[in-house]
């Protein structure tokens, strides 16, 4: 079975500073990646995905993410952070042919001071 | 627009009183599923249905009923509601042709049992 962990559960940075949210999977198939981002009393929204391909995946609001095999990990980027990307940001994987599951991390809350 | 839609987006409740949570999508897809957010523990799934009258237990199905009639909704039922039900609850679909488990999300219910 898979698994995902978020190594901070609260990142605090100031406007305009790069900041990295951390996610690790665990896993004994192939898997697809996804990063999701959920705003203050909002749903869930897509941030981005990894499916194949290139490693390094772009979402939207700037947002990036490398998928690195060997240390089974999809960390999330950005070069320059706003006060409206303060949020929750959760890491999720679901395994390649498998079931309908979708493991979801237990959220890294980012909060963007002034 | 499409999208998934949850009635009611807020509920207070005592213990005991059966209430349902309906979910619709109008994207006519057939995966549909339930989670269950809570602070430090993320989403965690309650049930899925792959399709009509087809139905599965996720990670976190006691005390919860489901039930998939109509393709389009997929309520979520509790007969007997207990305060540590007490959750942000999400509804999600998917198209079965969908190759990766990129799911839309509800708003999500916010339901306080006391």
């Known amino acids: 079975a898979q698994s995902v962990t978020q190594l901070d559960s609260q990142v605090p940075v100031f406007e305009e500073a790069p900041v990295e949210l951390r996610c690790n999977y665990s896993s004994s198939v192939s898997v697809y990646l996804f990063w999701y981002v959920q705003y203050p009393?909002?749903?869930?929204?897509?941030?981005?995905?990894?499916?194949?391909?290139?490693?390094?995946?772009?979402?939207?609001?700037?947002?990036?993410?490398?998928?690195?095999?060997?240390?089974?990990?999809f960390h999330l980027r950005k070069p320059s952070v706003h006060i409206s990307d303060?949020?929750?940001?959760?890491?999720?994987?679901?395994e390649r042919g498998g079931?309908?599951?979708?493991?979801?991390?237990?959220?890294?809350?980012?909060?963007?001071?002034? | 627009e499409a999208q998934v839609t949850q009635n009611p987006r807020y509920l207070i409740t005592v213990t005991g009183k059966k209430l349902t949570?309906?979910?619709s999508q109008n994207m006519n897809h057939e995966y549909m599923s339930w989670y269950r957010q809570d602070p430090g523990l993320g989403l965690r799934q309650i049930y899925y249905s792959m399709n009509v009258e087809v139905t599965d237990k996720g990670d976190v199905p006691e005390g919860y009923k489901v039930s998939r009639k109509e393709k389009r909704n997929f309520p979520l039922i509790l007969e007997s509601p207990s305060?540590?039900?007490?959750?942000?609850?999400?509804?999600?679909?998917?198209?079965?042709?969908?190759?990766?488990?990129?799911?839309?999300?509800?708003?999500?219910?916010?339901?306080?049992?006391?």
């Open chain 1, 86 to 94: 303060t949020a929750e940001y959760f890491c999720a994987v679901s």
């Open chain 2, 83 to 114: 305060p540590n039900q007490t959750s942000l609850y999400f509804c999600a679909s998917r198209p079965r042709t969908a190759s990766y488990n990129e799911q839309f999300f509800g708003p999500g219910t916010r339901l306080t049992v006391l």
């Open chain 2, 21 to 23: 949570v309906t979910c």
């Open chain 1, 41 to 73: 009393n909002q749903g869930l929204q897509l941030l981005l995905k990894y499916l194949s391909g290139s490693t390094l995946v772009k979402g939207i609001n700037g947002f990036e993410a490398e998928f690195n095999k060997s240390q089974t990990s």
């Open chain 1, 99 to 114: 079931s309908e599951k979708l493991v979801f991390g237990k959220g890294t809350k980012l909060t963007v001071n002034p």
